[in-house]
C-alpha cells in the first residue's frame, strides 16, 4: 500500500484575461503535502500564493492541472459536491472576519460540527478541550467582537480542526497580531496539526513565522520558485530581517 | 431539513445577538402595520358610514327613476309605479323609500346635530328592524325610529319625544315625533338616520316653495324584495320590462354609486397600497443593508461549507421573524389605540378587512426581503479570501 498524500496538485495553471492580455496568476505549480505535514507558502504579494491557496480549498476552479484532496481530484466534482468536501474534509482560518460575530466562542466552534451533522456531548465536549488546549477555556462564552485578535485567531483555529479535515488551510492567520502573539499562535497550530496528523497549509507573507513549519514552499510570478526542506535552511530563511 | 434547521440556529442566534437592531426594524414594520390597519378601518368607518343602511337591507333590489344612474336622490317615482310594481310578479314585498336631510334639535341650547331623514313603509321593506322598542305603526303616525348613533352622540332615549327643524318653502319649520324604537347602526350618507312612516315623511321633509302645496307625495326609490334570491336577474329584467320608466341596480350597485362612495374608497385603498408599499422598500433596504455589510461573513460562512440553501433559509427566517414580530407589536398598538376613540370617529375595525390587512403586512418582509437574499445567495465564498472570481 503506498502512502497517500492529503494534498496533491499536478501542473495547476490560473490564468486570467485582463486589458493588458493573459495574466497568469499561478502557473504550473506541481506541489505534494503529507498528512502530519505543515508547509508555508510565502512569496510577495502578487506572487499568487492566495490565488493557489483558493484553488486548494475548492474555492475556485484552475485553468488547467489537477487538484487531489484524499485522492479525489476536484476537477471531476460540481459545485453541491464541492461545498460538501469543504464541509467534511478541510478546515479554514482566515485573515479577517473570521468567526461568525453573533455566536460565541464555543459555538464558533460547534458550528463546524453542525454543519456535517456531528454535533453530539462528545463533539460539544472535545470543543471545549480543544478550546481549553488553545488557552481559551474561561473565554467559552465570549463573542468575537470581547476577544482579541489572538483569541479570535484561536478560536478560528479550532473551527479549523473540531471536524477532523484531512487538509487545513490557513490564510494569513497572523496579519492582525504582534510579534509575539504571531508566534505563540502559530506554534499552538503547528502543535496541533503533527499531533493530530493533518496536512497543514499556511500563507504568509510573514517569513519569521516559517520557524515552526516542516517545509517553506516560495512563490514568485505564479510559479512555484523554491521549496526549503532542511531546517538549517528554514532557519536561515525565518531569522532573517524582513 | 437539517439545513433548515441549521438555517434557523443562525437567524435566531443573530437575532438574539444584535436585538436592538431588529428591534427598531421590528418597530417600523409596527408602525406602518398601525398606519395600514388604521387606513382600513378608516376607509371600513367612512364606507359603513355611508352604505349601512343600503347594506342591511333586507331588499335585493332597488327601483329608480330611469336615467337616474343609480343616485338616490336625483331620482323621483310616484305612487302610480308603486301599485304596478307590487304586481310583478316574483316580488315578495316592495318598500317605498324618501331621503332627505334634517336638523335634530339637542335639549338645552341652539345645539343640534345633523341627520339623514328617511321615510319607509311601516311593515314592509325599508324599514330597519328595532332591538329596543317596537316598529313604526302607522303610514302617518307622528313616531321616529332613531339610529343608535343617534342615541350615541345625544342624550335622547326611547319614548322620548324630538324635535326637528326643517326648511319647507322659506320658513323654518318645526316638528315633534315620538321615539318609538331604537334600531343597530344604521347611517346614510355620513349620517345618523331617523326613521319615520312615509307620508309623515312627505310631510315634514325639507320642500321648495313649489313643492309645499303638491299633493301627491313622491318617493325617491323602491326596495325590492324578491320571492327567491337566486332569480334576483329575472325579477330584474321583468320589472324594467314590465314598469314604464324605471331601471334597476342590486343592492351592490346601489351602493357602489352612493355619491363619492367608490372614489372615496379607491382613494383609502390607493393609501394602503403605497403605505404598503414603502413597508416593502423600508425592510428590503434594511435587509440588503445588512447583506451588504455581512459580505465577508456570508463568504466565511459558504467557504467553511454552508450550503447556498442554509444562507437563503437563514435570511428567510430572520425576515419572516421581524415582519412577524413588527406586525404584532403593530396590531397590539392598533388595538389600544382604538379603545380611546370617540363614536363619532368614523374608525371601524371588522374582520375580514383587518385580517386581509394583516396577511398583507405579512407578505410584505418575504417581498422587500427578495432582493436581500437573491443578493447573498450571489456571494461568492472566495469572498473570505478577499478574492472575487
Redesign the interface.
Same mark, same amino acid.
Given at each position: 500500500m503506498t502512502t497517500m498524500n492529503a494534498l496533491e496538485t499536478k501542473s495547476v495553471i490560473k490564468t486570467y484575461q485582463s486589458d493588458s492580455g493573459l495574466i497568469s496568476a499561478v502557473d504550473d505549480v506541481s506541489l505534494t503535502v503529507a498528512s502530519g505535514e505543515f508547509v508555508a507558502l510565502v512569496g510577495p504579494s502578487g506572487s499568487g500564493k492566495t490565488t493557489m491557496l483558493s484553488i486548494l480549498a475548492a474555492l475556485l476552479k484552475p485553468t488547467s492541472g489537477q487538484v487531489l484532496i484524499d485522492g479525489v481530484d476536484l476537477s471531476g466534482l460540481d459545485d453541491f459536491k464541492r461545498v460538501n468536501l469543504r464541509r467534511e474534509k478541510i478546515g479554514f482560518t482566515f485573515q479577517a472576519n473570521n468567526l461568525v460575530p453573533y455566536l460565541s466562542a464555543v459555538e464558533n466552534v460547534e458550528l463546524m460540527l453542525r454543519l456535517n451533522n456531528k454535533l453530539d456531548k462528545a463533539g460539544k465536549l472535545r470543543a471545549r478541550e480543544l478550546l481549553a488546549r488553545l488557552g481559551l477555556g474561561e473565554r467559552l462564552n465570549n463573542y468575537p467582537g470581547q476577544m482579541s485578535g489572538g483569541q479570535q485567531q484561536r478560536v478560528a483555529i479550532a473551527r479549523a480542526l473540531i471536524h477532523n479535515p484531512s487538509l487545513v488551510l490557513a490564510d494569513e492567520p497572523t496579519a492582525s497580531l504582534d510579534t509575539e502573539r504571531a508566534y505563540q499562535v502559530v506554534e499552538t497550530f503547528a502543535g496541533l496539526i503533527h499531533e493530530q496528523n493533518r496536512a497543514g497549509i499556511m500563507v504568509t507573507h510573514d517569513l519569521r513565522m516559517c520557524e515552526f513549519v516542516d517545509r517553506v514552499l516560495i512563490m514568485k510570478d505564479g510559479k512555484l520558485t523554491q521549496i526549503l526542506d532542511d531546517r538549517a535552511d528554514i532557519r536561515k530563511l525565518s531569522s532573517a530581517r524582513n | 431539513m437539517?439545513k433548515i434547521s441549521?438555517a434557523a440556529? /443562525?437567524a435566531v +442566534?443573530?437575532i438574539?445577538?444584535?436585538r436592538g437592531r431588529f428591534l427598531l426594524v421590528s418597530l417600523v414594520i409596527g408602525l406602518i402595520t398601525l398606519l395600514v390597519l388604521f387606513i382600513a378601518a378608516l376607509g371600513e368607518g367612512l364606507g359603513n358610514g355611508n352604505r349601512e343602511y343600503l347594506s342591511k337591507l333586507a331588499g335585493e333590489l332597488v327601483v329608480y327613476q330611469a336615467k337616474s344612474d343609480f343616485l338616490i336622490p336625483a331620482s323621483r317615482l310616484d305612487l302610480n309605479r308603486y301599485s304596478e310594481i307590487k304586481n310583478v310578479e316574483g316580488i315578495s314585498d316592495v318598500g317605498l323609500l324618501g331621503t332627505a336631510n334634517s336638523q335634530l334639535l339637542l335639549s338645552g341650547d341652539d345645539k343640534f346635530l345633523k341627520t339623514a331623514l328617511l321615510g319607509v313603509e311601516p311593515g314592509h321593506v325599508g324599514e330597519p328592524k328595532v332591538i329596543e322598542g317596537s316598529q313604526l305603526s302607522a303610514a302617518d303616525a307622528d313616531e321616529v325610529i332613531l339610529d343608535r348613533n343617534v342615541i350615541l352622540r345625544s342624550s335622547i332615549q326611547l319614548g322620548d319625544t324630538i324635535t326637528i327643524r326643517v326648511t319647507q318653502g322659506t320658513e323654518d319649520q318645526i316638528f315633534t315625533l315620538k321615539v318609538v324604537g331604537i334600531t343597530d347602526g344604521q347611517q346614510y350618507a355620513l349620517q345618523p338616520a331617523l326613521f319615520v312612516p312615509f307620508f309623515t315623511w312627505d310631510r315634514i321633509r325639507p320642500k321648495s316653495q313649489a313643492e309645499i302645496n303638491f299633493s301627491d307625495p313622491v318617493a325617491n326609490v323602491f326596495i325590492v324584495k324578491v320571492d327567491q334570491p337566486e332569480n334576483v336577474e329575472i325579477i330584474r329584467d321583468r320589472i324594467e320590462e314590465e314598469i314604464a320608466n324605471v331601471e334597476t341596480a342590486t343592492r351592490k350597485e346601489a351602493i357602489q354609486a352612493l355619491p363619492g362612495y367608490s372614489a372615496q374608497q379607491s382613494t383609502l385603498n390607493t393609501q394602503g397600497g403605497f403605505t404598503l408599499f414603502i413597508g416593502i422598500l423600508v425592510i428590503g433596504g434594511f435587509f440588503q443593508i445588512q447583506v451588504l455589510q455581512k459580505i =465577508?461573513?456570508i463568504g466565511? %460562512? +459558504?467557504?467553511? #461549507? =454552508?450550503?447556498?440553501s442554509?444562507v437563503a433559509w437563514a435570511s428567510i427566517i430572520q425576515i419572516t421573524m421581524i415582519t412577524i414580530i413588527g406586525v404584532a407589536i403593530g396590531t397590539g398598538l392598533t388595538f389600544l389605540f382604538s379603545l380611546s376613540f370617540p363614536p363619532q370617529v368614523p374608525i371601524v375595525f371588522n374582520g375580514t378587512t383587518t385580517a386581509i390587512a394583516i396577511i398583507a403586512l405579512l407578505l410584505i418582509g418575504p417581498l422587500g426581503g427578495l432582493v436581500s437574499i437573491r443578493y447573498a445567495v450571489r456571494i461568492?465564498? %472566495?469572498k473570505? %479570501? #478577499? /478574492?472575487s =472570481?
Amino acid at each position: 500500500m503506498t502512502t497517500m498524500n492529503a494534498l496533491e496538485t499536478k501542473s495547476v495553471i490560473k490564468t486570467y484575461q485582463s486589458d493588458s492580455g493573459l495574466i497568469s496568476a499561478v502557473d504550473d505549480v506541481s506541489l505534494t503535502v503529507a498528512s502530519g505535514e505543515f508547509v508555508a507558502l510565502v512569496g510577495p504579494s502578487g506572487s499568487g500564493k492566495t490565488t493557489m491557496l483558493s484553488i486548494l480549498a475548492a474555492l475556485l476552479k484552475p485553468t488547467s492541472g489537477q487538484v487531489l484532496i484524499d485522492g479525489v481530484d476536484l476537477s471531476g466534482l460540481d459545485d453541491f459536491k464541492r461545498v460538501n468536501l469543504r464541509r467534511e474534509k478541510i478546515g479554514f482560518t482566515f485573515q479577517a472576519n473570521n468567526l461568525v460575530p453573533y455566536l460565541s466562542a464555543v459555538e464558533n466552534v460547534e458550528l463546524m460540527l453542525r454543519l456535517n451533522n456531528k454535533l453530539d456531548k462528545a463533539g460539544k465536549l472535545r470543543a471545549r478541550e480543544l478550546l481549553a488546549r488553545l488557552g481559551l477555556g474561561e473565554r467559552l462564552n465570549n463573542y468575537p467582537g470581547q476577544m482579541s485578535g489572538g483569541q479570535q485567531q484561536r478560536v478560528a483555529i479550532a473551527r479549523a480542526l473540531i471536524h477532523n479535515p484531512s487538509l487545513v488551510l490557513a490564510d494569513e492567520p497572523t496579519a492582525s497580531l504582534d510579534t509575539e502573539r504571531a508566534y505563540q499562535v502559530v506554534e499552538t497550530f503547528a502543535g496541533l496539526i503533527h499531533e493530530q496528523n493533518r496536512a497543514g497549509i499556511m500563507v504568509t507573507h510573514d517569513l519569521r513565522m516559517c520557524e515552526f513549519v516542516d517545509r517553506v514552499l516560495i512563490m514568485k510570478d505564479g510559479k512555484l520558485t523554491q521549496i526549503l526542506d532542511d531546517r538549517a535552511d528554514i532557519r536561515k530563511l525565518s531569522s532573517a530581517r524582513n | 431539513m437539517k439545513k433548515i434547521s441549521i438555517a434557523a440556529y /443562525l437567524a435566531v +442566534k443573530e437575532i438574539w445577538k444584535f436585538r436592538g437592531r431588529f428591534l427598531l426594524v421590528s418597530l417600523v414594520i409596527g408602525l406602518i402595520t398601525l398606519l395600514v390597519l388604521f387606513i382600513a378601518a378608516l376607509g371600513e368607518g367612512l364606507g359603513n358610514g355611508n352604505r349601512e343602511y343600503l347594506s342591511k337591507l333586507a331588499g335585493e333590489l332597488v327601483v329608480y327613476q330611469a336615467k337616474s344612474d343609480f343616485l338616490i336622490p336625483a331620482s323621483r317615482l310616484d305612487l302610480n309605479r308603486y301599485s304596478e310594481i307590487k304586481n310583478v310578479e316574483g316580488i315578495s314585498d316592495v318598500g317605498l323609500l324618501g331621503t332627505a336631510n334634517s336638523q335634530l334639535l339637542l335639549s338645552g341650547d341652539d345645539k343640534f346635530l345633523k341627520t339623514a331623514l328617511l321615510g319607509v313603509e311601516p311593515g314592509h321593506v325599508g324599514e330597519p328592524k328595532v332591538i329596543e322598542g317596537s316598529q313604526l305603526s302607522a303610514a302617518d303616525a307622528d313616531e321616529v325610529i332613531l339610529d343608535r348613533n343617534v342615541i350615541l352622540r345625544s342624550s335622547i332615549q326611547l319614548g322620548d319625544t324630538i324635535t326637528i327643524r326643517v326648511t319647507q318653502g322659506t320658513e323654518d319649520q318645526i316638528f315633534t315625533l315620538k321615539v318609538v324604537g331604537i334600531t343597530d347602526g344604521q347611517q346614510y350618507a355620513l349620517q345618523p338616520a331617523l326613521f319615520v312612516p312615509f307620508f309623515t315623511w312627505d310631510r315634514i321633509r325639507p320642500k321648495s316653495q313649489a313643492e309645499i302645496n303638491f299633493s301627491d307625495p313622491v318617493a325617491n326609490v323602491f326596495i325590492v324584495k324578491v320571492d327567491q334570491p337566486e332569480n334576483v336577474e329575472i325579477i330584474r329584467d321583468r320589472i324594467e320590462e314590465e314598469i314604464a320608466n324605471v331601471e334597476t341596480a342590486t343592492r351592490k350597485e346601489a351602493i357602489q354609486a352612493l355619491p363619492g362612495y367608490s372614489a372615496q374608497q379607491s382613494t383609502l385603498n390607493t393609501q394602503g397600497g403605497f403605505t404598503l408599499f414603502i413597508g416593502i422598500l423600508v425592510i428590503g433596504g434594511f435587509f440588503q443593508i445588512q447583506v451588504l455589510q455581512k459580505i =465577508s461573513q456570508i463568504g466565511v %460562512l +459558504k467557504a467553511i #461549507g =454552508s450550503a447556498n440553501s442554509v444562507v437563503a433559509w437563514a435570511s428567510i427566517i430572520q425576515i419572516t421573524m421581524i415582519t412577524i414580530i413588527g406586525v404584532a407589536i403593530g396590531t397590539g398598538l392598533t388595538f389600544l389605540f382604538s379603545l380611546s376613540f370617540p363614536p363619532q370617529v368614523p374608525i371601524v375595525f371588522n374582520g375580514t378587512t383587518t385580517a386581509i390587512a394583516i396577511i398583507a403586512l405579512l407578505l410584505i418582509g418575504p417581498l422587500g426581503g427578495l432582493v436581500s437574499i437573491r443578493y447573498a445567495v450571489r456571494i461568492e465564498p %472566495l469572498k473570505a %479570501l #478577499g /478574492l472575487s =472570481s
